[in-house]
């Protein structure tokens, strides 16, 4: 009964939205209620659980998105953003664009969660897609695919590095077998399947005008705009902190620096001051310049983060309500070949909860205790739950939103093209753990 309450409460989520023309922000928070009223919680628990999830949620992200958000319009406005995409154009040309642009959402996704990695990159990916004129999500696609490899299946990215610690895998094979499968993964899922959904849903692919926290691209105020090598190293300040980070926690180094700079928010905020100087002072822009555009970055984001919290507030009535469990025991003892099993589970997981993190991990701890008596590398285990854990993003998913507002789309859009793109790029995952597994 409260696998259906969680489904309807998802069906209301979406008409309230698509139908009825409700606010996002407003709409999840009706559907939190409801399923928490449903699932038989008092009412003040109900909203004290949707205040927890909120804060939760946006805890751990609005450091980094605010920070974020300065520094990508900074690096906009002073025409650092406009000279990175003149250089990727003339380097791989508009033929092989979007490839491009996933290697190198790919490689700084090694270092970082999927929602810095977005912040990240979108003021260079809006630059990119204007410069070569082409719809921004044409090329936001593949980066997103790009970033999602790393998070779902490459050590040393927390997500599999977690799951390979629970089920007591060894990181080196996870990492090879990674690499193995992330290549043919990432020009599937990057480049085949975008063409699809815009040959099936071509009016979503848009050339838009606007970005939340980048605002419409503007030449550079000044004389002169930076140089291309100051441009990228402030456009990647926080990829450059955080992999040098990495790789000292790999080495072994362990200090107070080591641990702030692993630190996502902290990394950005290191990273906003630099870029103060760099495209702020050093370019000449007034104090007055470049208060207008920290201002302007703000407060474009605001509803972007009131989004995005209050999936925070339904994952959280979700979680409180134990579903996740009550999914596991339904599919734990059908008999289905391990590699599957632990795929399902964590797809099904990721439906109902929405966070990627939560539906890894949470199946890694269910699957455990069978980890032993079966024949089938463990690594390959990691990697069928990091495929499944990817599968469906939709409303209660942070990333949904983020999609949903950064790419100009309606909610019907966002299912059209990222819910697709994530589940399509899921199953692939699967299939090609299983093809491996006829060779391990």
């Avoid at 204007?130 to 997103?144: F, K, N, R, W």
């Avoid at 990222?418 to 399509?424: G, N, P, R």
């Amino acid at each position: 009964m409260s696998l259906l309450f969680l489904c309807l409460s998802l069906v209301i989520l979406v008409l309230l939205i698509t139908i009825f023309k409700i606010n996002a922000y407003i709409a999840i928070i009706i559907a939190s209620i409801f399923l928490g009223l449903s699932l038989g919680m008092p009412v003040d628990k109900v909203m004290n659980l949707i205040g927890t999830g909120i804060g939760t949620q946006l805890g751990g992200l609005v450091l980094v998105f605010s920070f974020g958000a300065i520094l990508g319009k900074l690096v906009a406005d002073s025409g650092g953003a406009k000279k990175i995409a003149d250089s990727l154009t003339q380097l791989f040309g508009k033929k092989h664009i979007q490839l491009a642009v996933a290697i190198a959402a790919f490689v700084i996704g090694l270092s970082m969660f999927f929602e810095v990695g977005v912040v990240v990159l979108v003021p260079i990916i809006f630059a990119v897609a204007t410069e070569v004129d082409l719809p921004m999500l044409q090329l936001g696609l593949p980066m997103l695919m790009g970033l999602g490899t790393a998070h779902a299946y490459l050590p040393p990215h927390p997500a599999p590095v977690a799951i390979s610690q629970v089920l007591h895998a060894n990181l080196g094979t996870v990492l090879l077998l990674g690499i193995c499968m992330g290549i043919p993964y990432l020009l599937i899922t990057a480049v085949a399947i975008p063409k699809l959904i815009q040959h099936l849903f071509p009016k979503s692919f848009r050339k838009i005008t606007y970005v939340p926290g980048v605002g419409d691209l503007k030449e550079s105020k000044t004389s002169s705009a930076p140089s291309l090598g100051l441009s990228l190293i402030t456009a990647l300040m926080p990829v450059l902190l955080m992999s040098v980070a990495t790789v000292l926690t790999a080495l072994g180094t362990k200090n107070v620096i080591v641990a702030a700079l692993n630190n996502s928010s902290f990394a950005m905020f290191i990273s906003l001051m630099f870029a103060l100087w760099s495209m702020g002072w050093h370019q000449h822009r007034s104090n007055k310049e470049i208060l207008s555009t920290i201002e302007a970055s703000i407060s474009s984001i605001g509803m972007l983060l009131l989004v995005i919290g209050s999936a925070g507030g339904l994952k959280q009535i979700m979680v409180s309500g134990d579903l996740a469990s009550q999914i596991a025991k339904l599919i734990l003892h059908t008999g289905l070949s391990p590699l599957l099993l632990a795929w399902i589970m964590a797809a099904l997981i990721r439906v109902s909860l929405g966070s990627t993190t939560v539906a890894a991990l949470t199946t890694a701890g269910l699957i455990l205790p069978i980890v032993g008596s079966i024949n089938v590398p463990v690594a390959l285990l990691v990697l069928a739950i990091g495929a499944g854990s990817s599968f469906g993003s939709h409303v209660n998913d942070a990333g949904f939103w983020m999609v949903n507002q950064y790419f100009n789309l309606t909610v019907k859009e966002t299912f059209e093209t990222w819910t697709l793109q994530s589940s399509l790029s899921g199953i692939v995952g699967l299939i090609l753990v299983m093809i491996m597994s006829l060779f391990i």
